[in-house]
């Protein structure tokens, strides 16, 4: 069946551009969140969606970053004037509902900035 | 969250058990241990996760001692498509968030 699904896969951009980042969850999955892994590093948080609305999007490392999810299905990470510190890659992740024990892991997308 | 604390890296041969220990110490009542890994170029996958008594399913076994300290990840017979980075994450479970908070984890390399 079909899992989450994140496009692109890869993405190169130049600092100071804006790149936004797709996610398509699991049909029917509530809970939506995002995720950023450093090279050798574990994923860390970075916003959960319930629905259309952002529960917590504590993780969001400054202004830059903002996330959407419009019907409350895809999912947008967009981040503006990008900088090299920003490479990493891009994780989104899906749960029936947030009080599922099991969240599904889309592949990633693998950011670039140079 | 508990913070938790695993070996860097693991080797196993193929064939045999890899028991891969993680210490919580400071875990609390309420926070289940969790087992997540990670192939490389891949999301995460999720592998198990219990309370207080040992756990299994048809990936693993989760071996949690009496005083809830530290548990064990047991896959009985690793194969080379075993190989992954393996993360212990204690929390709570069923939290308004569900988010996952992931240290560091344990490279686990099958070798033949």
């Known amino acids: 069946g079909a899992g989450v699904s994140q496009t692109p896969s890869n993405k190169v951009t130049e600092k100071g551009k804006y790149v936004e980042l797709r996610c398509d969850p699991i049909?029917?999955?509530?809970?939506l969140y995002w995720y950023r892994q450093s090279l050798g590093q574990g994923p860390e948080f970075l916003i959960y969606?319930?629905?259309?609305?952002?529960?917590?999007d504590s993780g969001l490392p400054n202004d830059r970053f903002f996330a959407v999810r419009p019907e409350g299905s895809v999912s947008t990470l967009k981040i503006q004037r990008t900088e090299r510190g920003d490479s990493a890659v891009y994780l989104c992740?899906?749960?029936?509902?947030?009080?599922?024990?099991?969240?599904?892991f889309g592949q990633g997308t693998r950011l670039t900035v140079v | 969250d508990a913070k938790t604390t695993q070996p860097t890296s693991m080797d196993c041969a193929e064939g045999r058990a890899a028991n891969l220990p993680c210490n919580h110490s400071?875990?609390?009542?309420?926070?289940?241990v969790y087992w997540y890994r990670q192939i490389h170029s891949q999301g995460p996958q999720y592998i198990i996760h219990?309370?207080?008594n040992n756990e299994t399913n048809e990936m693993a076994s989760l071996i949690i001692t009496e005083d809830r300290k530290s548990s064990t990840l047991i896959l009985p017979h690793a194969t080379l498509r075993d190989t992954a980075v393996y993360y212990c994450?204690?929390?709570?479970?069923?939290?308004?968030?569900?988010?996952?908070?992931f240290g560091g984890g344990t490279r686990l390399m099958v070798k033949p």
């Open positions: 992740a899906s749960s029936p509902e947030a009080r599922n024990t099991e969240a599904f």
């Open positions: 049909s029917g999955h509530t809970a």
């Open positions: 969606f319930q629905g259309t609305g952002a529960a917590d």
């Open positions: 400071t875990i609390s009542g309420n926070e289940y």
């Open positions: 219990g309370l207080k």
């Open positions: 994450i204690v929390r709570v479970a069923y939290n308004a968030g569900n988010m996952l908070t």
